[in-house]
Nanobody, 123 residues
Framework: QVQLVESGGGLVQPGGSLRLSCAAS??????????MGWYRQAPGKERELVAT???????TYADSMKGRFTISRDNAKNTVYLQMNSLKPEDTAVYYC???????????????WGQGTQVTVSS
């Protein structure tokens, strides 16, 4: 019902930067996007929170990302961004976009995930 399309991943050297984007869209239904966020999963590890942002712009970050990563969103475009600076090899993971949304007709809330985009930090 909701499609989340991520882009911007790739290979970067340690200390470099990447900007991820995630655009949410729905076909045939009216939705209201609420909070959006980014999570990541490294090989052999559980998926973990990176950052979240509400429609009003309030943000939360995992401690290890504070000061290096910045989440932002464009509500008009239903798009969330993740600017990642000072990347480290341990940031290597698949990054997933997450959206909490409300189906306008029913008022029910849902959560959906993107397919993920690979970020590799290596020299």
């Amino acid at each position: 019902q909701v499609q989340l399309v991520e882009s911007g991943g790739g290979l970067v050297q340690p200390g470099g930067s990447l900007r991820l984007s995630c655009a949410a869209s729905a076909s045939g239904v009216r939705i209201r996007i609420n909070a959006m966020g980014w999570y990541r999963q490294a090989p052999g590890k559980e998926r973990e929170l990176v950052a979240t942002i509400t429609t009003g712009g309030s943000t939360t970050y995992a401690d290890s990302m504070k000061g290096r990563f910045t989440i932002s969103r464009d509500n008009a475009k239903n798009t969330v961004y993740l600017q990642m600076n000072s990347l480290k090899p341990e940031d290597t993971a698949v990054y997933y976009c997450n959206a909490q949304f409300t189906m306008v007709v029913t008022g029910r809330n849902y959560v959906d995930w993107g397919q993920g985009t690979q970020v590799t930090v290596s020299s």
